[in-house]
């Protein structure tokens, strides 16, 4: 199955846009989705379709797509949004596939 | 409110099975597909296996990690959905949660989780 990269860690400071990107061959093809994951807690989708934002998941979380890149955007970062994000996928083959996780510290 | 609590987990010798549980409330299960996935500590996510809302095992699909020894399964009537791990190896241990599954056109994804139940393969 195909791979989705992601950068293990990212750091911001408190009110500044944090980005995570998730790159992958089949992104052009394919939407993205989002998972905010606190130790200890159920992982939360934050976003979905590439851009799209649930119900009850602040407006400062957004998503783009650009090639074989997707991006979460979290503008003006709180310290509440320190955790794990991991962006998942399908591949042309339809395979479950999530990127390796990326640690965001807001410090 | 959608709520999926896993049970089961603990530790296992190698070769060994057990059952996992995910009683699930707060929605229609048969309704929805339900997934297992799993996270090894300091890794990310893996997809282990889904079933559909009927439970028909010809909706049944693996991970191929776990082919032939991992089978989904689902009672409607009591809101559980199982994943049976038979001839568990030491790569198998990991903290395991249940999903719930929302489809995109040909893409599934999952829009509610549980907070996982850890499994630990060791002698």
């Not at chain 1, 807690?41 to 998941?57: C, H, S």
């Not at chain 1, 797509?65 to 991991?86: K, R």
Request: proline residues 4%; hydrophobic residues 30%.
């Amino acid at each position: 199955s195909s791979e989705l990269t992601q950068p293990p860690s990212v750091s911001v400071s408190p009110g500044q846009t944090a980005r995570i990107t998730c790159s992958g061959d089949a992104m052009p093809k394919k939407y993205a989705y989002w998972y905010q994951h606190k130790s200890g807690q159920a992982p939360v989708l934050v976003i979905y379709e590439d851009t799209k934002r649930p119900p009850g998941i602040p407006e400062r979380f957004s998503g783009s797509t650009s090639g074989t890149t997707a991006t979460l955007i979290i503008t003006g970062a709180q310290a509440d949004d320190e955790a794990d994000y991991h962006c998942y996928s399908t591949d042309i083959n339809g395979n479950h596939v999530f990127g390796g996780g990326s640690t965001l510290t807001v410090l | 409110e959608v709520h999926l609590v896993e049970s089961g987990g603990g530790l296992v010798q190698p070769g060994g099975s057990l059952r996992l549980s995910c009683a699930a409330s707060g929605f229609t299960f048969s309704a929805y597909w339900m997934h297992w996935v799993r996270q090894v500590p300091g890794k990310g996510l893996a997809w282990v296996s889904r079933i559909n809302g009927d439970g028909e095992e010809s909706s049944t699909r693996y991970a191929d990690a776990v082919k032939g020894r991992f089978t989904i399964s689902r009672d409607n009537a009591k809101n559980t959905l199982y994943l049976r791990v038979n001839s568990v190896r030491a790569d198998d241990s990991a903290v395991y949660y249940c999903a719930r599954g929302l489809r995109s056109g040909a893409t599934f994804y999952f829009d509610y989780w549980g907070r996982g139940i850890q499994v630990t393969v060791s002698s």
